[in-house]
């Protein structure tokens, strides 16, 4: 597989598993099929990752470093609990996709190291909120909030014109809630 701007062999590879997972779930994405939609051999898959767990590490580590710097970005915002309510909806950015992913091996029986990686992110928003708030319940309370946004907008559960109107909403409540 050559490489192009979106990066190395070993990203594009990456970039396979987490399409299969989105598409087609966390059954299909097997070592061959991962090595097929990333153009390469399934030897090749192996060199960059020795085995289907280390794909799930590799898209862990992903995900740990995307959502650092969403993190880090929040906590540079002067509006702390409007931006990250603003910022919620799904939006098929690599972090969203790399989130979808990690819930579909969550909800597999062996997905206990995606099922902490995603709680661990959670908390990462939760105190960062919390440290500008000073109140970690109402850190929580903002976190679960930007939950409710982010999955209505993945199901596409309001229209794209009427999601700006129900996120202020929510920016109006947080506020009335001491945010």
Known sequence: MARDASGTVREQLLDAYVAILIDEGERAATVQA?????GVSKGGLLYHFGSKSALEAGLIERFRE???ADVDALRGADDIVATFLRTSVAADSSLDRAT???VRIAQSPAGAAARAALQRLDDEYVAAIAERLGDEEL???VVLLADGVYFRSALGAVEP???GEEIELLV?????LGA
């Open 139 to 141: 850190a929580l309370t």
């Open 100 to 102: 979808v992913a990690l």
């Open 161 to 163: 014109t009427r999601a």
């Open 172 to 176: 109006r409540v947080a506020r009335r």
């Open 66 to 68: 995307l959502g650092a």
């Open 34 to 38: 991962v090595a097929q939609r990333g």
